[in-house]
């Protein structure tokens, strides 16, 4: 699942697993670090993402909230 496209904004956000098959969510092709940037938890990626904002970038305005929304889902309990 995408949350952001470079098509309608700066940033690359979709959930993922790292190569430990643990959940993230991944700013692919991130300006602010070479490689991409991986987060283990929405409040990083949200922290995150008002970051490039201060930057200057354009990051889709619903984001904020489907990441708190979808949470539950991203990031299950053990």
Do not use: K, W
């Amino acid at each position: 699942m995408s949350y952001a496209r470079f098509l309608n904004s700066d940033v690359y956000v979709f959930v993922a697993t790292d190569g430990y098959g643990r959940p993230c969510l991944d700013c692919c092709g991130c300006r602010r670090h070479s490689g991409g940037y991986v987060a283990y938890s929405t409040g990083d990626m949200i922290d995150h993402l008002r970051q490039h904002e201060q930057d200057g970038d354009e990051v889709p305005a619903g984001i904020y909230g489907e990441l708190r929304a979808d949470d539950p889902v991203n990031f299950p309990a053990p």
